[in-house]
């Protein structure tokens, strides 16, 4: 079955420094991937998209790569700042439905 | 309104009472989804609405859970003899997508932090 991962250990950077967040999928490859942002008390915001034939996308000081070939895409944030710390999903779609899979998260924590 | 909305916030109950949680989704969208989050947990798909098709209810995790949408806007999510298991945030979702094969955005509301006592 379709199977999405990531790091459910919580990553603790300092100020500063660039985060990086892994989503690792098996059993199926995605047309798409999406990158959401969910603070405490919060629903998910969206953040980026990226799709199978792009390798890497950029907002700002976030950045995305899509590796099919490892199938795994990378969440990057450079010059990680406090206002930074949350919970980041990542959701591919079912290869079937379309819908959404939303991956467990990883809390980001960036200290001052 | 410019987000989507929930409500209540919070919403405490005993054991074996109904509640219902309501969405009001970000007007104009035609497909509406309710999750559920439960504590340092992913999202769980409850239920998928697009336009006038039948929705998808694959996700529920028993009869004593249902959902509408009225008017293709507005949804309840209904759950009946609620039980501890089913303290959890529920989160709805709404989104423009058409069809299986559109790159949609989901815009979320805040959810219903549901405590059953």
């Known amino acids: 079955s379709q199977k999405i991962e990531q790091n459910s250990e919580a990553l603790n950077i300092q100020e500063g420094k660039t985060a990086t967040l892994t989503c690792n999928y098996t059993n199926y490859s995605p047309a798409y991937l999406q990158w959401y942002r969910q603070d405490p008390g919060r629903g998910p915001v969206f953040l980026l998209l990226?799709?199978?034939?792009?390798k890497e996308k950029r907002k700002e000081r976030l950045k995305v790569t899509f590796d099919t070939t490892l199938k795994q895409s990378l969440f990057h944030i450079t010059a990680s700042q406090p206002a930074d710390s949350a919970t980041y999903l990542c959701a591919p779609p079912d290869s079937n439905t379309g819908k959404l899979i939303f991956g467990q998260g990883t809390t980001l924590q960036v200290k001052p | 309104g410019a987000g989507v909305s929930q409500s209540p916030s919070n919403k405490v109950t005993e054991k074996g009472k109904d509640v219902e949680l309501r969405c009001d989704p970000i007007?104009?969208?035609?497909?509406l989804y309710w999750y559920r989050q439960s504590l340092g947990q992913g999202l769980e798909f409850l239920i998928y609405?697009?336009?006038?098709?039948?929705?998808?209810k694959s996700g529920l995790p028993s009869d004593r859970f249902s959902a509408e949408r009225t008017g293709g806007s507005v949804s309840t999510l209904t759950i009946q003899r609620t039980q501890q298991e089913d303290s959890a945030v529920y989160l709805c979702a709404s989104s423009s997508r058409s069809g299986t094969s559109g790159q949609e955005t989901q815009y979320f509301g805040p959810g219903t932090r549901l405590l059953v006592l």
């Open positions: 007007s104009g969208h035609t497909a």
């Open positions: 609405f697009q336009g006038n098709s039948a929705p998808d």
């Open positions: 990226i799709r199978e034939n792009e």
